[in-house]
């Protein structure tokens, strides 16, 4: 079983839609959670990133850390075709952060006009 | 302009050759990471360093060289002991040991 799942998708939705992107983790030591962005045969970039539980919001996305069920979420609101690309969720321990990150699969999104 | 590049965006090679990839950095960075990307996998990583003349192995490092000997520089070798070598390879860099991680737009390395 990996540390970090995500559903590969694809997923489609149409423009202006609420899209939900998730990814489990069995880690319990995990404390930063990431949200990282990577439009096709690009490196990610980093859209978001939290720490502990909680939401975080930034505009269209809001971030959010369900650690009792070790479950986390993206939100992205009115989306638009330019949000068209793979999520990759990630995560790192708290303690002796080196920098090593675990990434989920990655999600692909396609949003329709 | 401030960032990473790596260098070529393809790269194709015979099986048994051992093969360099390129990676530099201008954001006075002090970590870099290699990853590997392949479908359905994420990224794994396969060094990381977070000081020059020093690196550390990741979870796949095994058919894998790295030199870290100027702080822009973290040139990544596929050797011909790695078995499946034919995949997206990144690099990125942080400020310290850091999960806010900027990459660049990766090779695309072939081996037939």
């Known amino acids: 079983q990996k540390e970090v799942e995500q559903d590969p998708g694809p997923l489609s939705v149409p423009e202006g839609a609420i899209v939900s992107l998730n990814c489990t983790y069995s880690n319990s030591a995990f404390q930063y959670f990431m949200w990282y962005r990577q439009y096709s045969r690009k490196g990610p970039e980093l859209l978001m990133y939290t720490y502990s539980s909680g939401n975080k919001e930034d505009g269209r996305f809001t971030a959010q850390v369900d650690k009792s069920s070790k479950y986390i979420s993206l939100f992205i609101r009115d989306s638009q075709p330019s949000d068209s690309a793979t999520y990759l969720c990630?995560?790192?321990?708290?303690?002796?952060?080196?920098?090593?990150?675990?990434f989920g699969q990655g999600t692909t999104l396609q949003v329709k006009p | 302009d401030g960032g990473i590049t790596q260098s070529p965006k393809y790269l194709f090679r015979k099986e048994g050759q051992n093969v360099t990839l390129s990676c530099e950095q201008n954001?006075?960075?002090?970590?870099m990471y290699w990853y590997r990307q392949d479908p359905g996998q994420g990224l794994r990583l396969i060094y990381y360093s977070q000081i020059v003349n020093d690196f550390q192995k990741g979870d796949i490092a095994e058919g894998y060289s790295v030199s870290r000997e100027k702080k822009e520089s973290f040139p990544l070798t596929v050797t011909s002991a790695q078995k499946n070598p034919t995949a997206f390879y990144l690099c990125?860099?942080?400020?310290?040991?850091?999960?806010?991680?900027?990459f660049g737009p990766g090779t695309r390395l072939t081996v037939t």
């Open positions: 990630a995560m790192s321990p708290h303690s002796g952060n080196t920098g090593k990150l675990i």
């Open positions: 990125a860099s942080s400020i310290s040991a850091s999960f806010e991680q900027y």
């Open positions: 954001l006075n960075h002090d970590a």
